[in-house]
């Protein structure tokens, strides 16, 4: 075969208008013989075609989009196209390889190798030959390798064969492989196509042929394994042999296989892998600890080119985990309905303890590495034809299944219910310890109010159960067992627990469920609340259980009524930290709703969604739900009917009805206007009728919208008029909606600033939640041309309705300049602990940089305070509408070297305290303050530390100094590291200093005590008390002379006295005729002058030395003697000369001597008082009968009284 490449020539003015634009090509072919060569033009190529050129001089053109060429026969081609000729035609060169039973002819399968290499060819060879027989084709130049993608090197072989089904299989192969030989039947096609100008080897097979024989294959089987060769199709024909001689068995159906030795297998067919599948099957058993093999092993060899099926069946006991350590490559899960695209399938199947089995697909290429199983377990891998696995399946670990023990105890009442949630997996609820264990798959239930053991077999089994903690309410006619309702949160933390209460009242009455703030909020009832705290409320009606609603935490509706009977419900997930709404139950009223629902609306714009009972199910039939709304004042109410549908009746009709506070009734359809832009409170009742429970039912999705209707109150507010007073006003109170603006701009705080204007705006804004404050700025550039001040407060705007709540003066001076501040109602008291102001004003001073000089009330005895800085004075007063000022007088002086002075004149009427600034937080650093103490004439001071603290300075040192004010030393000086005195007497004026350090740690601070005491003048005092004594020296002497005298005339008289309505008796006489309740024992008879002034004698043995029938029986206290009703005549003695100075003593003849009292008097009754009725009476009879007014006779300090046994 020659071919010549010409350049296109002029063949006619026809070929010559086909060929413009174009790109042509002219060749020169010539097929071998034996073989059929067709050019064709790629699809969708209309404008190309290929010619055949003849006649003379080429003048003869045949064109086609595809043409065949003759064998033997050579033929000028020319190729015309728009588009590249090498991209436009392939070209098929098809020839027949012809067997016999023992030879092919031709023995070489060739190739054209300079035929048209400028397309894409494509070599066929098809092979035919006798039946049985095989046709071997031995590759020649490089091996073969199969593959399922385009090859790199631009030679692609493939293999068409007849399938099982009689569908074509095509097999594709590139270079550089192993494989050498194919053996083909009848009827297969061999190909090779190469890309365009690729050199292509003139032999590419040696072909050759042979009887059909069968495939010979050696197995090894252990006894421990089973090889099942079984068929699954019946194309080809073909039969299983295996033994020798007599022992030779054959099958068409395959063999099972156990425990064999180099046993060789013959298939009497080429291709045993179209007709037989292999599946091979191991064992393992595993302990608690262990399994048996520890691996899942492969022989990769072992009838590598069939479909092969691997199975483990393994053994696990009870409670046992079986862990599957997978290959590196790892596996990804597989849904059923997908396959591995390529590679082999594994599956996973595990027997429950029920009996059911649950499978898990699985290829490879995924991240999983570890498989935990339980139970019995069968590991299945499907390989296809041809896959390589490497030896080690997987390998198989047994451990001890780690369950889970818990410690339970139920309140009495309470039941609690462990329930399967999820089928996988297998797992079991235990109660007890063995052997009184009881376990169950599904549910465990615990009634008794004991100790009890829970066992899981799964270690996690807050995967697998829900628990449910039920708690029964039972309610009397007006009281119910548990009022406060709260869920147990230490059970079973990290499991899904559904906490449900059970309540029961008499069947016309209703059980409450009063909700804390911030109440609850309906949502529908298959969704979950955003804090997953989900609350469900269910009626027991005789129809069956009906769906009050489903609540979150948060939102309007503040309690629910339930008639009779029902349950409300609490679903929390796992591992959810437990805050609920602690619910009270209590009984309600009688009525014929299945429930009553009170809302209470939120203030301001608001749209709360309410549903109908089972909404979206069938509201229950002629039945009646209310719902009580508290609307708040100033806000209208709407509602919206979202969704309703409407129920045939059979009887009465669907109605709603309203009903205001003004008990007005309103009776609409569910297709009527419902109310608008309403005001008040209002009840709303979904009334059914008897339906026809065939067909749709009643429900309702509604929700009612609330929106202000109060005005605003605006305040025009005008400072001009006090071009230095600023004002502030900002929220302090809870309600969010109330709304403040300046200028129609809402603001959080109003400032209006000195000399302004501004039109405010307060939106439902109670003067209680809102604040005023004012401010005023005073300012001296020269002390010399400031003149005094007085802080008053001025009136604002009377459109401003709060009231003020502090005025607050911010008073600037130059830097040699001092403040003074003066009472203009005498002086100021500072407040102190244990001096604390309870003035109705209240004056704050406080420096610019924060540091409080103290809190100061009117009345006081600090007459000027002289500050050395920048200060801000706050006055608070409780309505200052009624005190406007002035509170100080302000005037400016030259620089003082403190920075602080207080000038104050102590008061004797109660103890000073003074404190430093800002007490107790500390003085600022590197102050000082001075008190200037004035003190009355003749007075004294007691000064004592009682309070101080003391810092760790960093430079200079703190410093509490004394000094009187008309000299120079010290009487006190002490630093932080010295102890201060506690105690100091000053007997003038003086001055306190204290001055701070730079501290490093800690404040200091003080707090001084000052108490006045009169002083007094020793010498008079001294002469006075002589002087005293000497004179009570003679008046004892005297007297002492005359009673000695006396009582030696009278000591053997003996005397008695008139006793009114009494009985005449003798001293010496000790028996009554009265007993003690109705004598008069205990009224003195008569008194004894010794007694009554023997404390003046001074001679304590007088007592001792009288005779015994003076210490008669004992008596009462002394009593002062009254008289009787009617005062008798009597006759006084005449007086003795010598008595004359003493006259107030009576004559001791005239008198008796009572028994000494041994029982405790009172002090009106002693001996150290006398009655002013019985002054200036020598009998001591009483000139008045008023009340007694005694008085001291003794200078002596009285004895405590003895307490009374």
């Not at 009223?589 to 809302?599: C, G, Q, R, W």
């Not at 600033?753 to 109670?766: K, R, V, Y």
């Not at 005779?1107 to 009254?1122: L, W």
Request: glycine share 6%; aromatic share 6%; charged share 20%.
């Amino acid at each position: 075969m020659n071919m010549r490449l010409h350049t296109c020539a002029l063949l006619g003015l026809l070929l010559l208008i086909i060929l413009v634009s174009s790109e042509c090509l002219q060749l020169t072919a010539l097929p071998d013989k034996g073989s059929t060569v067709t050019v064709s033009t790629a699809p969708h190529l209309d404008d190309c075609a290929v010619c055949a050129v003849s006649g003379v001089n080429d003048t003869q053109t045949s064109c086609h989009a595809t043409l065949t060429l003759a064998p033997e026969k050579e033929v000028k081609l020319l190729f015309n196209c728009t588009q590249p000729v090498e991209q436009a035609y392939t070209v098929t060169i098809t020839q027949i390889l012809e067997c016999t039973e023992d030879s092919c002819s031709p023995s070489t399968v060739e190739t054209q190798p300079s035929l048209l290499s400028e397309f894409t060819r494509t070599f066929i060879w098809q092979i035919k030959a006798p039946a049985k027989t095989v046709v071997g084709l031995d590759v020649l130049g490089e091996g073969l390798q199969e593959t399922s993608k385009s090859c790199n090197n631009g030679y692609l072989y493939s293999v068409g064969t007849s399938g099982t089904d009689g569908k074509a299989v095509q097999t594709q192969y590139c270079k550089g492989g192993s494989l050498t030989h194919l053996d083909l039947l009848s009827d297969a096609v061999v190909s090779l196509r190469v890309q365009p100008k690729t050199q292509v080897e003139s032999v590419v097979f040696q072909a050759s042929a042979g009887p059909l024989k069968g495939r010979t294959v050696e197995v090894t089987i252990d006894s421990s394994t089973t090889l099942v060769i079984g068929r699954f199709s019946q194309e080809p024909e073909c039969e299983l042999c295996s033994g020798v001689n007599s022992a030779r068995s054959c099958s068409s159906a395959g063999k099972t296989l156990s425990n064999v030795q180099s046993l060789s297998l013959e298939f009497s067919c080429l291709k045993p892998q179209d007709a037989f599948s292999v599946e091979v099957k191991k064992t393992i058993e595993c302990t608690k600890n262990s399994c048996t093999p520890t691996t899942g092993e492969l022989d990769p060899s072992l009838l590598k080119d069939f479909k092969r099926t691997l199975k483990w069946d393994i053994s696990v006991p009870e409670r046992t985990i079986l862990a599957l350590e997978l290959p590196s490559g790892g596996l990804r899960q597989l849904s059923v309905q997908n396959e591995c695209q390529d590679g082999p399938r594994y599956s996973v199947s595990t027997t429950r303890h029920d009996g059911q089995i649950k499978t898990k697909n699985y290829c490879s290429g995924g991240a999983l590495t570890r498989l935990d199983l339980l139970g019995l377990t069968t590991v299945t891998v499907e390989i296809p034809r041809g896959e390589e696995l490497d030896r080690t399946i997987f390998t198989a670990k047994a451990t001890p299944r780690a369950g889970r023990m818990l410690s339970v105890t139920p309140e009495p009442e309470t039941i609690i219910i462990i329930s399967r949630d999820t089928v996988e997996p297998d797992c079991s609820v235990c109660a007890d310890k063995p052997p009184k264990q009881t376990c169950n798959p599904n549910i465990l239930t615990l009634r008794e109010s004991r100790n009890t053991s829970v066992e899981f077999t799964c270690p996690r089994p807050e995967d697998v159960f829900n628990v449910e903690i039920n708690r029964e309410i039972d309610c009397t006619a007006t009281t119910c067992s548990g009022n406060m309702v709260q869920p147990e949160s230490s059970l079973f933390p990290d499991f899904n627990r559904t906490f449900t209460w059970d309540l029961k009242v008499s069947s016309t009455r209703t059980f409450q469920l009063d909700f804390p703030e911030p109440g609850m909020r309906q949502i529908a009832n298959e969704d979950t609340c955003p804090d997953e705290h989900t609350y469900t409320l269910i009626t027991y009606l005789r129809t069956g259980p009906a769906v009050i609603g489903t609540f979150c935490k948060g939102g309007a509706v503040t309690s629910i009524q339930v008639l009779y009977k029902g349950r409300m419900s609490l679903r929390v997930p796992g591992h959810r930290k437990m805050e609920p709404v602690d619910f009270k139950v209590s009984v309600g009223p009688e009525t014929s709703m299945v429930a009553i629902v009170k809302v209470s609306l939120p203030r301001g714009v608001s749209d709360t969604a309410f549903i109908s009972t089972n909404y979206p199910n069938d509201f229950p039939d002629k039945q009646q739900m209310q719902w009580d709304f508290s609307v708040p004042g100033m806000h209208n109410y709407t509602l919206h009917f979202h969704h309703h549908t409407a129920p045939e009746c059979l009887n009465k009709d669907v109605e709603v009805e309203y009903r205001n506070k003004d008990k007005k009734v309103t009776k609409l359809d569910l297709t009527d206007k419902q109310p608008e832009h309403q005001q008040g409170d209002f009840n709303m009742v979904l009334r059914n009728c008897e339906t026809n429970t065939t067909l749709q039912g009643l429900s309702l999705k509604y929700s009612v919208s609330v929106m202000r209707s109060g005005h605003p109150v605006l305040c025009t507010v005008d400072l001009t008029k006090h071009p230095k007073v600023a004002l502030q006003i900002e929220k302090v109170g809870s309600d969010p909606y109330c709304e403040m603006s300046v200028n129609s701009e809402v603001v959080k705080k109003i400032n209006v600033a000195a000399g302004g204007q501004a039109e405010l705006s307060f939106l439902d804004c109670p003067n209680e939640d809102v604040r005023l404050t004012a401010s005023k700025i005073i300012g001296c550039q020269n002390v010399a041309s400031c003149s005094d001040t007085l802080l008053t407060v001025p009136t604002l705007d009377t459109c401003l309705r709060m009231p003020l709540h502090s005025f607050t003066w911010h008073l600037t001076i130059p830097q040699d300049s001092t403040i003074d501040l003066v009472s203009p109602s005498g002086g100021l008291q500072q407040s102190v602990p244990g001096q604390a102001c309870n003035r109705s004003v209240s004056l704050h001073v406080e420096e610019t940089e924060g540091f409080s000089v103290g809190d100061f009330c009117s009345n006081g005895i600090i007459q000027k305070v002289q500050v050395h800085a920048n200060i801000s004075i706050t006055a608070t007063t409780r309505d200052f509408s009624k005190t406007r000022g002035p509170f100080l007088n302000v005037s400016f002086s030259k620089e003082i070297p403190e920075t602080i002075i207080y000038q104050i004149t102590p008061q004797m009427s109660s103890p000073t305290l003074l404190a430093t600034p800002n007490w107790p937080k500390g003085m600022r650093p590197s102050s000082t303050v001075s008190w200037i103490v004035t003190l009355p004439s003749r007075y004294q001071a007691h000064v004592q530390i009682v309070n101080v603290s003391q810092p760790k300075c960093e430079d200079r040192h703190t410093a509490i100094k004394v000094k009187m004010l008309d000299s120079e030393e010290e009487i006190l000086s002490r630093r932080e590291d010295e102890k201060t005195d506690d105690k100091l007497l000053v007997p003038r004026s003086f001055y306190i200093n204290m001055s701070n350090c730079i501290p490093e740690d800690g404040n200091f601070g003080a707090v001084t005590k000052i108490v006045l005491q009169q002083k007094t003048n020793l010498l008079a005092i001294l002469l006075g008390i002589a002087g005293a004594l000497l004179l009570l020296l003679i008046l004892l002497g005297v007297v002492c002379f005359f009673v000695r005298k006396k009582k030696k005339e009278r000591m053997e008289k003996e005397s008695s006295i008139y006793m009114g309505g009494g009985n005449i008796f003798k001293p010496g006489e000790r028996q009554f005729s009265k007993a003690r309740s109705d004598n008069e024992s205990h009224v003195y008879a008569s008194i004894d002058e010794t007694m009554v002034y023997g404390h003046l004698l001074g001679d304590s043995s007088y007592a001792d030395s009288m005779q015994d029938h003076f210490k008669g029986m004992q008596v009462d206290s002394y009593h002062t003697f009254t008289g009787p009703s009617e005062m008798p005549v009597i006759k006084e003695p005449d007086p003795e000369p010598e008595m004359e100075q003493f006259g107030t003593f009576l004559d001791p003849s005239e008198t008796f001597i009572p028994s000494r009292p041994r029982t405790p008097i009172d002090r009106q009754d002693s001996l150290g008082f006398q009655d002013r009725r019985m002054v200036d009476n020598e009998l001591y009879t009483f000139r008045n009968m008023g009340d007694i007014n005694t008085i001291r006779l003794s200078g002596a300090d009285m004895e405590p009284e003895p307490e009374f046994l």
